[in-house]
């Protein structure tokens, strides 16, 4: 194992923190970092991704941080607008989750360095944009690192100008990652024309994403088939892509067997792969096959394993209020902000086994689905070479700003031929 060296990590805290985040926590020794960073350490490894795990829970947290220690891997930790935004479903949320993962990694040593994520920020209409250039700010105020501007739900050309909007009120120095796609499953999947347009039309106005996350074939919360991640329409898009220098952000990865994921790492140019449901669950004991799908029984209930997560008590208590409010499947999600005081409240050996349930799953992920090990030095390398927190954008601009107007960017959007697939609720 390259284990990190007590000198680079000195000194990546003194250059490779934020300004945000130097100035929120200036007596902290957590290498809380941009997301760039991160993405910078997979591609100089090579073929490797890491976890964005959702914290959709404090316990959640707490294990995804021991594995990326365990495993000396550069690791990032989300969570979702619809998550832990104004709206949240959760108690973690964007302007509260860099102060636990703050606590966390200065609680328990952590010395690996973690980017703060603000996933699937949505924008859905002119409303939204609004909203947008007054609470992306006050996140980035709270510590976030990095953030996905999400206008998939849009006509293509709305997606890009929102996306161009936007851009003003995101720090150059964070990571960033852009959609094409709303992530449905098998329907409405991303193509190489819509990917291009873009980054294409991002490019030419000196945007350049590190991540751009497609709907390739896979679906947020609970797979309800083994179909999932189309990794040739991946392999194609990417490959379209290259000299944009943009990698891949995996989304819906719970769900997905290990082959399949280990091909995204070693076939695409994905360094990023968000797994929410997956820890969840685990984190309260509900049994889950290999790669983190919850088992259901005949009658659609999930099955709790005795020995692991929160208390048999406690999880019966969770299954009542469930079905007193009509929750089934993937919606157990809306468990999580009326029963976090509770999960916190319970002995100390139970909260201990629903954060070894999370950091075993999620450690063997990152050493043997994603090729992540020893990333953690390499990320630190980046900001090193650097000697800043601001690494700068991979890609240079290559775009004719002109052929990029307004005006222009609506008639290119007509001459695309996509299918958007059903409308509906996909977020996680």
């Known amino acids: 194992m390259s284990s990190i060296k007590l000198a680079d990590f000195e000194k990546a805290l003194q250059v490779g923190r934020p300004p945000n985040v130097a100035r929120l926590f200036p007596y902290s020794r957590a290498l809380i970092v941009s997301g760039k960073a991160i993405d910078r350490a997979m591609i100089a490894k090579g073929k490797a991704m890491t976890i964005a795990a959702n914290g959709r829970n404090h316990f959640v947290i707490r294990g995804a941080l021991r594995a990326a220690q365990r495993a000396n891997a550069a690791i990032i930790i989300e969570i979702a607008k619809s998550e832990g935004g ?9 302007w509260n989750l860099a102060r636990q993962v703050d606590a966390v990694c200065n609680e328990l040593g952590i010395t690996v360095p973690v980017a703060i994520h603000a996933d ?8 939204d944009l609004e909203t947008a250039k007054v609470e992306i700010p006050s996140m980035f105020e709270a510590g976030i690192t990095s953030i996905a501007i999400d206008a998939s739900h849009l006509p293509d ?11 003003p009120f995101l720090p150059k120095w964070a990571g960033y990652e852009t959609e094409v796609g709303e992530i449905k499953g098998k ?8 990917a291009l347009f873009l980054i294409r039309g991002s490019n030419a106005h000196d945007i350049f994403p590190d991540w751009i996350a497609l709907n390739n074939g896979t679906t947020h919360g609970i797979e309800a088939s083994d179909a999932g991640i189309q990794v040739p329409l991946t392999k194609e898009i990417h490959k379209a892509l290259e000299k944009y220098k943009v990698s891949g952000a995996q989304h819906g990865t719970s769900g997905n067997n290990s082959e399949r994921l280990r091909r995204i790492a070693q076939e695409t140019n994905t360094t990023k792969a968000n797994v929410a449901t997956a820890l969840q669950m685990i984190s309260w004991g509900v049994r889950v096959n290999e790669y983190g799908n919850a088992f259901q029984d005949e009658n659609g209930e999930f099955v709790k394993l005795p020995d692991q997560g929160v208390s048999d008590d406690l999880w019966a208590e969770m299954v009542s209020y469930a079905k007193s409010k009509g929750l089934k499947g993937g919606n157990y999600k809306k468990l999580n902000l009326p029963f976090e005081n509770k999960l916190l409240a319970q002995p100390a050996e139970i909260r201990e086994r629903m954060v070894k349930g999370v950091e075993d799953f999620v450690y063997e992920l990152l050493v043997d689905v994603f090729n992540a090990g020893d990333t953690a030095p390499l990320a630190m390398d980046e900001i090193l070479k650097a000697g800043s927190y601001d690494l700068g ?22 001459k695309i031929n996509v299918e958007k697939g059903p409308k509906g609720d996909y977020e996680d």
């Open 86 to 94: 104004a709206n949240a479903y959760c108690a973690v949320n964007f």
């Open 157 to 167: 050309d709305e997606n890009l100008l929102a996306n161009i909007a936007l851009n």
């Open 393 to 414: 954008p991979k890609a240079t601009r290559i775009e004719d700003p002109a052929e990029w107007t307004e005006e222009k960017i609506r008639e290119k959007a007509k």
């Open 187 to 194: 329907e409405g999947l991303s193509t190489v024309d819509e």
């Open 120 to 127: 699937h920020y949505a924008i859905k209409g002119t409303e």
